[in-house]
């Protein structure tokens, strides 16, 4: 089946993303790597008049160390998650989990951010964003009450120590006792504070 008739859209900056989305508010989706939202317009299950492509926007690509942070962009795709070596040594859920995620065309076209933005709950980004307690970074533009956050970028994860505490078994319900450790945790953004005040 072929998706319905839209206007495509291709911005250079993030001021441009953001003045389309604002001139065409619901009628627009914005797209990343085209695995989610192509494959609903194709069922005609979304049939935004706009799309807006994101994809030649710079700075929303990549791996990165920033003080003491991991920081990956919103266009980093699942592939590049999984062979990322920080990653392997700093935080191995990441590159574990983009390992599982769908095919090897799903891994090299899909990004992290257009999977989060797409919301799935049965998605494995979601799952692994929630067991690592973490948050996105999104840009406030004029927002107003209603008004929809646009994902244009991720976060910056840090370790934290978690302290020795008791626990059950999930299997036997017996208690245990688990060991402190040195845990991934994700550090909010001030775009995310200010978009949520």
Known sequence: MYPAPFEYYAPNTIAEALSLLSQHGADAKVIAGSQSLVPLMKFRLATPAHVIDLRKVPNLTGIRE??????????TTHRTIE??????????????????????????QGT?????????????????TTALD?????????????????????????VAKRNPRAG???????????KGAKVPKFRPGKALKDALN
């Open 66 to 75: 920033e003080g003491g942070a991991l920081v990956i962009g919103a266009l």
């Open 168 to 178: 059950r078994n999930p299997r036997t319900n017996e208690p245990i006792k688990i």
């Open 83 to 108: 062979r990322s070596e920080t990653l392997r040594k700093k935080l191995p859920i990441l590159p574990e989990a983009a390992s599982a995620i769908g095919d090897p065309q799903v891994r090299n």
């Open 112 to 128: 992290i951010g257009g999977s989060l933005a797409h919301a799935d709950p049965s998605a494995d980004w979601p799952a692994v």
């Open 134 to 158: 973490a948050t996105v970074n999104a840009i406030k533009a004029s927002l107003k009450k209603g008004d929809i956050v646009t994902l244009v970028g991720f976060g910056s994860f840090y």
